[in-house]
């Protein structure tokens, strides 16, 4: 049988699977280098290019919604905070991000990026901005090409940038967007606090990647599911071990501990079992932004043989 082809983002937590270190029981993996991981998305999406992938978990359920032969494992190799994703012009006459309802915001790239699914769900469900009230201006198209947008969803238009758009106040605020200007701040002041406090009302450290595998991989060896599985979590044990030892501590592994001080020892736990709570939140933004039809249940975006496993 072929080598499995791979693509996986590298992070501290899957550097052993990547490097060889780890490996995943019984199975043959082409590990393939696609920098940045995002481009691997749409890859996957239209030409199911690899057999074990790397996904944004809002473009999974997107494509989940139309169909596309690929299924979920519960691994999450990327978490992030979006508070301070979305940054506002100061002369757009906003005072409070309730106030973008009935305005134009801008989105970087697509719709259905999840970063931006997650600050609109952040806007929404903690300063209760009404979504539909906004007109969401793109700078890009989407992963899944099959996707309709909602009406309230347009693309700004050839010859024009988002931050030119926002620095001139054209958009009254933008998502995924730096610009350098003083009349642009952080909708959200104190943005990185303000998640953390967040985070320890609600516990959603919200999830941005999954790993998805080909259905006809799944059907011929389901062992696949749970190999991968087992190795994402021997290759994040031998990380987190090494933070906790505290020896050679990168830039980076000094910005994780950080984090995990907020969130607890293990920044990115895997399976469904300690992830329900917030697989859920990020379903019901979808449904209710419109990027899915109609919910999923959490159990049927995984393989059915790895519901139970944690880890």
């Not at 907020?262 to 419109?290: F, M, S, W």
Request: glycine share 8%; proline share 5%; net charge negative.
């Amino acid at each position: 049988m072929a080598a499995l082809k791979t693509t996986l983002g590298q992070y501290g937590h899957t550097s052993a699977f990547l490097d060889g270190t780890v490996k995943a029981q019984g199975q043959d993996l082409e590990f393939i280098e696609v920098s940045p991981i995002i481009a691997a998305f749409r890859r996957m999406v239209r030409g199911l290019e690899f057999d074990v992938a790397e996904m944004a978990i809002t473009t999974y359920l997107c494509a989940k919604a139309y169909g596309k032969p690929f299924t979920a494992i519960p691994v999450f190799p990327v978490r992030a905070f979006h508070h301070g994703a979305i940054a506002y012009n100061t002369k757009a006459g906003v005072n409070s991000p309730k106030d973008l309802e009935g305005k134009k915001v801008g989105v970087n790239r697509g719709y259905t990026v999840t970063t931006g699914l997650w600050i609109r769900g952040i806007l929404q469900s903690e300063y209760g901005l009404d979504p539909s009230k906004v007109t969401w201006m793109l700078s890009g198209d989407e992963h899944v090409a099959e996707y309709e947008y909602p009406a309230n969803v347009v693309p700004i238009g050839e010859g024009k940038t988002l931050e030119e758009m926002l620095q001139s106040g054209e958009i009254a605020a933008a998502i995924g967007v730096s610009v350098d200007s003083e009349d642009v701040k952080p909708l959200i002041p104190d943005a990185r606090n303000t998640a953390f406090e967040s985070f320890r009302k609600t516990g959603l450290y919200p999830i941005n990647h999954t790993v998805v595998v080909k259905d006809e991989v799944l059907q011929a060896d389901p062992s696949v599911a749970t190999a991968l599985f087992d190795a994402f979590v021997a290759a994040k044990k031998l990380y987190l071990d090494r933070l906790a030892a505290g020896n050679d501590l990168s830039d980076a592994d000094k910005a994780q501990l950080a984090i995990n001080e907020v969130v607890g020892p293990d920044p990115v736990p895997y399976g469904i079992g300690p992830n329900r709570q917030i697989l859920e939140t990020v379903i019901q933004h979808a449904v209710d932004q419109k990027v899915i039809p109609q919910a999923f249940k959490v159990d049927e975006v995984f393989a059915s043989n790895t519901l139970s496993l944690v880890g």
